[in-house]
């Protein structure tokens, strides 16, 4: 009897080990599958928060300007941008234009140092100047023909850069270009 009541403590001390086991091993694979899912959920955030930042110019005979978008579906945050030209480098692209000429600029954006928020969809004019409004100055249609042709060339070779962060923090790769 005492052999029969052995045998069954052994083989119940193995049942619960095996079961022991068993009930590590699903609990291992269901902390997997939940890491899995996080991190897809993780990602699918970051997706959705992405901005996609740009710079493009217009170069019509009558107006010239350069702007800054977000093409992205979330904001940019941008803690750096930089125009830069023959040495000289800038975080307002005004700057770095010199037409001898006197005028007002229709329109052009400064940056302060920190940071800027730029949300989805939106662009914004970085330096603009069109022919209608120099006209508007007073300024001879010869003058502003030259003065339309110097920013033109003046602003062949700028090189921006802009670097930001979507609204996580998470550092996004920087926008790099040679305007033309």
């Not at 009897?1 to 022991?20: D, I, K, Y």
């Not at 955030?45 to 977000?70: C, E, F, G, H």
Request: aromatic residues 8%.
């Amino acid at each position: 009897m005492e052999v029969v009541q052995t045998v069954a403590g052994v083989m119940s001390s193995l049942v619960a080990v095996v079961a022991l086991l068993v009930a590590f091993r699903v609990e291992l694979r269901s902390n997997t599958r939940f890491q899995a899912q996080l991190e897809q959920s993780e990602r699918i955030a970051r997706a959705n928060v992405r901005p996609l930042v740009t710079i493009y110019s217009q170069a019509y005979t009558d107006l010239k300007s350069v702007k800054l978008v977000n093409r992205g579906i979330g904001t940019a945050v941008i803690n750096a941008i930089e125009f830069s030209k023959n040495g000289r480098s800038t975080r307002n692209l005004v700057e770095l234009f010199e037409i001898d000429r006197e005028f007002s600029w229709q329109d052009f954006r400064r940056y302060p140092e920190g940071l800027v928020y730029l949300p989805p969809g939106e662009t914004v004019d970085l330096v603009k100047i069109s022919e209608t409004h120099l006209i508007n100055q007073n300024i001879s249609p010869h003058n502003v023909e030259d003065i339309l042709k110097q920013w033109q060339a003046q602003k062949t070779g700028i090189e921006v850069r802009i670097e930001y962060e979507d609204v996580l923090g998470n550092p996004q790769d920087p926008y790099v270009d040679t305007l033309n």
